[in-house]
T-cell receptor, first 117, second 118 residues
Framework: NAGVTQTPKFRVLKTGQSMTLLCAQD?????MYWYRQDPGMGLRLIHY???????AKGEVPDGYNVSRLKKQNFLLGLESAAPSQTSVYFC????????????????FGPGTRLTVT | AQKVTQAQTEISVVEKEDVTLDCVYE???????LFWYKQPPSGELVFLIR??????QNEISGRYSWNFQKSTSSFNFTITASQVVDSAVYFC???????????????FGKGTKLSVKP
């Protein structure tokens, strides 16, 4: 049981380049999330998905796109990278059944450190 | 609006001291969950505790304890007899239940960096 995995672990991009970050989970979780972590800012939600084929915007969605074609995978894309997107990106998943259900904790991947020069 | 405030940016203690990390939250919801996560220097995020808004009992797990007080909208975390391995960034987070479109999403505080010196 690998939990939540992220690929790649590190990446350096030049301004204007594109890339896709892959998140995979093997816990059969419905919900998946992408966060970015910047110094002194905590974690901020970029996009999330409540199930296969659905995505929604979080707090800081601009400059990113996502897709959830398979339940176990959640992809985060940067179409034209900017230095402001230099950050550590975390993927998370959770098993959410209904309001009031106690199974709310999110399980996080190890993170991807992205530098845009 | 929902918000989590961790006013302590950094705390430094000497091993074996007790330390309390503060967390104050704001929410529109009557049903919500509060969480603490630990981020050690290696970078991963480790889930520590979840508490729902109807359960104000304090919780103790080994050297860790949590004090939830709805009257002051606080969910503080105490480490007793701190150890060097407790050095990490600790995040408090809030999840609302009833507001459409964002159920289950976590709102994180900015974190408190705890350094425990030998």
């Amino acid at each position: 049981n690998a939990g939540v995995t992220q690929t790649p672990k590190f990446r350096v991009l030049k301004t204007g380049q594109s890339m896709t970050l892959l998140c995979a989970q093997d816990m059969n979780h419905e919900y998946m999330y992408w966060y970015r972590q910047d110094p002194g800012m905590g974690l901020r939600l970029i996009h999330y998905s409540v199930g296969e084929g659905t995505t929604a915007k979080g707090e800081v969605p601009d400059g990113y796109n996502v897709s959830r074609l398979k339940k176990q995978n959640f992809l985060l894309g940067l179409e034209s990278a900017a230095p402001s997107q230099t950050s550590v990106y975390f993927c998370a998943s959770s098993y959410f059944r209904s309001p009031g259900d106690s199974t709310y904790e999110q399980y996080f991947g190890p993170g991807t450190r992205l530098t845009v020069t | 609006a929902q918000k989590v405030t961790q006013a302590q940016t950094e705390i430094s203690v000497v091993e074996k001291e007790d330390v309390t990390l503060d967390c104050v939250y704001e929410t529109r919801d009557t049903t919500y969950y509060l969480f603490w996560y630990k981020q050690p220097p290696s970078g991963e995020l480790v889930f520590l505790i979840r508490r729902n808004s109807f359960d104000e009992q304090n919780e103790i797990s080994g050297r860790y304890s949590w004090n939830f007080q709805k009257s002051t909208s606080s969910f503080n975390f105490t480490i007793t007899a701190s150890q060097v391995v407790d050095s990490a960034v600790y995040f408090c987070a809030l999840s609302e239940v009833n507001y459409g479109g964002s159920q289950g999403n976590l709102i994180f505080g900015k974190g408190t960096k705890l350094s425990v010196k030998p």
